[in-house]
């Protein structure tokens, strides 16, 4: 059983930051990509920032230079750092990892962002 668990979401002003946590724990037998997605009302599932196995990392254009993504895989978790937030930004944020001797990805339950004034 391999749980995913995103924290860290709330409710922020434009132009301020907050920091998202997705830990995940169980039976993960080979940790590969961590990813960070986000989804708005009405709109689509999007790819915000992910750490490829081998170290990569790749951004939306969209959060590229504001929005930072790490990963500590002693302890499988990742974290987005995310900065100067703007209204467009308000979504539900799901964490995915994968475990990559089995090709399967886990999905968080997602975390609220919201940028309002």
């Known amino acids: 059983q391999v749980q995913v668990v995103e924290s860290g979401g709330g409710l922020v002003q434009p132009g301020g930051s907050l920091r998202l946590s997705c830990a995940a724990s169980?039976?993960?037998?080979?940790?590969?990509?961590m990813a960070w997605y986000r989804q708005a009302p009405g709109k689509q599932r999007e790819l915000v920032a992910r750490v490829t196995r081998r170290g990569d990392i790749n951004y939306s254009d969209s959060v590229k230079g504001r929005f930072f993504i790490s990963v500590d895989k002693a302890k499988m978790t990742s974290y987005l750092q995310m900065n100067s937030l703007n209204p467009d930004d308000t979504a539900a944020y799901y964490c995915?990892?994968?475990?990559?001797?089995?090709?399967?990805?886990?999905w968080g339950q997602g975390t609220q962002v919201t940028v309002s004034s």
């Open positions: 169980g039976a993960i037998y080979s940790l590969g990509a």
């Open positions: 995915k990892v994968q475990d990559f001797r089995i090709m399967t990805d886990y």
